[in-house]
């Protein structure tokens, strides 16, 4: 316990040091001045023995301590102090020292442990830096790519042969501005959502790229082989029959974005306008041909393929099945068909065998009842063979065996192109029409333009009843 007789006391306040000095004679067993209460003669009680002493029901003086410092402080009030002095003093700058700011104190406890921070800052590196470029880069990368889109401006599809075919196809793939990515080449596998990436019909190559903003990417008449070729029908059999079909394609590279490289994967399905069984197809300038042609031609006219696809389709040379009425009447032949986007009007040159048209004529008139009634006429053709430099290309025929091309052409038009026909090709027509009209014998005549006979009436008779 601290003496309150000593002279001098020190106090530690909030890291100032204050002395504390008692008045000189003065003690807290001899003091002067008017007695207490109650203590006339008495010699003050010594108030830390007062404190202690138990049971008393005297008033004791007020006596506060500051923690960890048992320096008293007494009540005023009851005793004439002992301590007159409980202010720190000051230093002998007569200032007190301002708090250090909170940006020196992190500077002073910075080089205080700087050792402590350089270690933890290397083990969190150690531990960062593999996962930004093993993990967040790539990431990053690989979102680039996902969110790019790849429109399809055109493709193209020529030079067929049963085991490959030259592709071409132009698109653009673009990334966010700002960013420049180089792509190192690429093998495409294309494929069908039934079989997956993992059984392509076909593989394009793609050369390194320079992606910035929106790049172009074109393959140009690239020859590749037909890996499965009933996937190769599946896929052709989907862009012909639909309204819309699915391009998916999938691979694998590297990018870099500058100084990182990250492993990426290209999956991309791209939604594109299908053939839809060539919807829109017609016969135009159609025409009987009298006498037939060597080759047995007694039928020319044109016929519109439509094509709403941004697809080119080389076929070569198609022959087509001639139907009316649900009876296949004969052939079709068109030569050199490359479908192009938009419209495609070809030449076709066909012989429809009479014999069958009687054999047949009831269920031909019966079928063709309602358009006769309109003065038309239904033709309809559906794939035979397709043949490219003298070979049968198998995946076209079975695509186009299954499709069926119907068209409606008025019996006037008929008329009037077998006219323009016999007109074209032969003078003498003319003249047999003229006599024909005029009603000077020239119908036999007229009968012979027509058939290549000398004696039109019994050729054309005995004619008839070879085909009853």
């Known amino acids: 316990m601290v003496n309150p007789e000593q002279q001098s006391e020190k106090l530690s306040v909030d890291g100032f040091e204050a002395d504390f000095e008692a008045d000189e004679g003065i003690s807290s067993k001899n003091l002067t001045g008017e007695p207490l209460n109650g203590t006339e003669g008495k010699p003050v009680p010594d108030i830390y023995e007062a404190r202690d002493q138990p049971g008393t029901s005297e008033k004791k003086p007020s006596v506060e301590y500051i923690e960890d410092i048992r320096t008293p402080y007494w009540d005023t009030e009851n005793v004439v102090g002992a301590v007159r002095n409980l202010s720190p003093v000051e230093p002998s700058s007569g200032k007190i020292p301002a708090r250090p700011g909170f940006w020196k104190r992190r500077r002073q406890h910075y080089r205080r442990h700087w050792i402590l921070y350089t270690v933890g800052t290397v083990i969190l590196l150690a531990i960062l830096l593999p996962i930004v470029f093993l993990v967040v880069f790539p990431a990053i990368a690989q979102r680039l790519v996902d969110n790019a889109s790849l429109p399809i401006y055109s493709a193209s599809i020529t030079n067929p042969t049963p085991s490959s075919v030259v592709y071409?196809?132009?698109?653009?793939?673009?990334?966010?501005?700002?960013?420049?990515?180089?792509?190192?080449?690429?093998?495409?596998?294309?494929?069908?959502?039934?079989?997956?990436?993992?059984?392509?019909?076909?593989?394009?190559n793609l050369p390194e790229y320079h992606l910035k903003g929106e790049t172009k990417i074109?393959?140009?008449?690239?020859?590749?082989?037909?890996?499965?070729?009933?996937?190769?029908?599946?896929?052709?059999?989907?862009?012909?029959?639909?309204?819309?079909?699915?391009?998916?394609?999938?691979?694998?590279?590297?990018?870099?974005?500058?100084?990182?490289?990250?492993?990426?994967?290209?999956?991309?399905?791209?939604?594109?306008?299908?053939?839809?069984?060539?919807?829109?197809?017609?016969?135009?300038?159609?025409?009987i041909v009298f006498p037939p042609d060597q080759d047995g031609t007694n039928l020319v006219g044109n016929i519109t393929l439509p094509n709403p696809t941004v697809i080119s389709l080389e076929l070569g040379n198609v022959t087509l099945n001639m139907i009316i009425g649900n009876v296949t009447m004969g052939q079709g032949r068109i030569e050199n068909v490359f479908l192009i986007p938009g419209n495609n009007t070809v030449p076709i040159r066909a012989t429809f065998d009479l014999k069958t048209a009687i054999q047949h004529i009831g269920l031909i008139l019966q079928a063709e009842s309602s358009a006769l009634t309109k003065g038309n006429v239904v033709i309809s053709a559906s794939g035979n063979s397709t043949v490219y430099n003298g070979v049968h290309i198998p995946y076209y025929e079975a695509i186009l065996n299954n499709v069926l091309l119907t068209g409606e052409v008025p019996l006037i038009k008929i008329l009037v192109g077998t006219l323009q026909q016999g007109l074209s090709s032969n003078n003498s027509l003319i003249s047999s029409i003229v006599s024909a009209l005029n009603g000077t014998g020239g119908l036999s005549s007229l009968l012979g333009e027509l058939t290549g006979k000398s004696n039109p009436s019994s050729s054309l008779l005995s004619g008839l009843f070879s085909l009853l």
């Open 218 to 287: 074109n393959i140009t008449r690239q020859t590749v082989d037909i890996l499965n070729q009933d996937r190769f029908e599946e896929f052709m059999e989907s862009a012909v029959a639909s309204k819309k079909f699915t391009l998916s394609a999938s691979g694998a590279t590297t990018a870099y974005l500058g100084a990182l490289k990250a492993p990426i994967k290209l999956n991309k399905e791209v939604k594109l306008t299908g053939f839809n069984n060539l919807a829109g197809f017609e016969f135009t300038n159609v025409a």
């Open 168 to 204: 071409s196809l132009s698109s653009s793939l673009k990334i966010p501005a700002g960013l420049t990515v180089d792509l190192k080449p690429i093998t495409l596998s294309l494929f069908t959502n039934e079989s997956g990436p993992t059984d392509p019909y076909v593989k394009v």
